[in-house]
Nanobody
Framework: QVQLVESGGGLVQAGGSLRLSCAAS????????MGWFRQAPGKERDFVAA????????VSADSVKGRFTISRDNAKNTAYLQMNSLKAEDTAVYYC???????????????????WGPGTQVTVSS
């Protein structure tokens, strides 16, 4: 099992930037991929971005392409989400997730992960 803790959320004005971090502990050597999802009040949890832990290959949702960048630091067992040009519609709780075992579900879907962090609030004021 991997334990995940997000940090870096907060209140920012539209057009501003934030960088979220997700620190992993425990059985981190078995991590296949990590992803970021977000959930606004009354809405479903949506995919934001994901990264293959070994190759560094990334995939992002169309809604954040060109604005958000996912990256990782293998030595620190940490994934990051750099968010630029933030919009009011980016307001949500952001969750970090890890895939640590073989799962036959895309990493762009919540079901593709077996470990989740508690989430961090991001609020963008317009």
């Amino acid at each position: 099992q991997v334990q995940l803790v997000e940090s870096g959320g907060g209140l920012v004005q539209a057009g501003g930037s934030l960088r979220l971090s997700c620190a992993a502990s425990g059985r981190t050597f078995s991590t296949y991929a990590m992803g970021w999802f977000r959930q606004a009040p009354g809405k479903e949890r949506d995919f934001v971005a994901a990264i293959n832990w070994a190759s560094g290959n990334t995939v992002s949702a169309d809604s954040v392409k060109g604005r958000f960048t996912i990256s990782r630091d293998n030595a620190k067992n940490t994934a990051y989400l750099q968010m630029n040009s933030l919009k009011a519609e980016d307001t949500a709780v952001y969750y970090c997730a890890a895939r640590t075992k073989t799962i036959v579900i895309s990493i762009t879907r919540a079901g593709g992960y077996d470990s989740w962090g508690p989430g961090t609030q991001v609020t963008v004021s317009s």
